[in-house]
């Protein structure tokens, strides 16, 4: 993957007397999964939502294909971490929703999509149900299956797993992994939680505490490979490439997670 598709042009940003990112470049090739990984409150959220245009820059600027990012489309969707799942909505009802004002698809098209999406989450059979009635970790799928289905080609997941059990966690970081090769879209996670990113990303960009900066940009794939199961977990390369990352934080923040 060579193309630049998104940038960060000397990106920086402050809430008043308040430095949150220091001067920052970097540049997203198409289809990476790249993990924002940093201190809780370092100022990575922030910079995710730069790119939905959620927030702006106090300086410099956010291109996607070559284009400034000033203000949210749909061709970058959010996830959260909370479940944002509409709960008098059903679950094939909240997938739809994504695509409410796509007036480029005809109404048997979004019928097809929200099956396609149904299916790609493996949420079939809980097509009729309503949020109340389904596990966080479903209702996490249908936020993601709803992303996908508007036509968003950047994912921005806000530590979508962080309110999960363990178990569903890892369940669902494997999906996530799975999800993206098949769509092939451009994901940019924000996480605190070491292992998950070096799990989840092809790349992992570091952050220091506030004001963040980039400590490292590490290739996870060329130490990983590209596919992922519970059983990376279990490799050398992923106990080394994880101690790696913690010691580069511990030496940023003395500890401080």
């Known amino acids: 993957m060579t193309e630049t598709y998104l940038e960060f042009d000397n990106v920086s940003k402050s809430f008043g007397p308040v430095e949150v990112i220091t001067p920052t470049s970097l540049s997203i090739d198409r289809q990476q999964f790249v993990v924002f990984l940093g201190p809780s409150g370092c100022g990575k959220t922030t910079l995710m939502r730069m790119v939905g245009g959620l927030d702006t820059p106090s300086k410099g600027q956010v291109r996607l294909s070559a284009e400034t990012v000033e203000e949210p489309d749909r061709r970058r969707g959010m996830v959260f971490q909370s479940y944002s799942s509409f709960p008098w909505l059903t679950v094939e009802e909240n997938i739809r929703f994504g695509m409410k004002y796509r007036t480029d698809l005809t ?124 059983e990376t977990r279990e490799l050398p390369a992923f106990y080394e490439l994880r101690n790696h990352v913690l010691h580069l934080i511990r030496n940023e923040t003395g500890d401080m997670l």
Request: no cysteine; proline share 2%.
């Open 107 to 230: 109404a048997a098209e979004k019928t097809e999509r929200t099956h396609h999406y149904l299916g790609l989450v493996g949420l079939e059979d809980f097509a009729k149900s309503y949020p109340n009635r389904i596990s966080g970790g479903m209702r996490q799928r249908v936020a993601i299956a709803r992303t996908l289905a508007a036509g968003s080609e950047v994912l921005m997941m806000d530590e979508p797993f962080g309110a999960l059990d363990a178990l569903t966690r890892e369940r669902l970081q494997v999906e996530l992994r799975l999800i993206q090769a098949r769509e092939q879209k451009t994901i940019i996670f924000v996480t605190h939680d070491v292992e998950e990113g070096v799990f989840l990303a092809d790349r992992i960009i570091l952050f220091s505490k506030r004001p963040a900066r980039v400590v490292a940009d590490i290739d996870v794939t060329a130490k990983l490979g590209t596919e992922r199961t519970l």
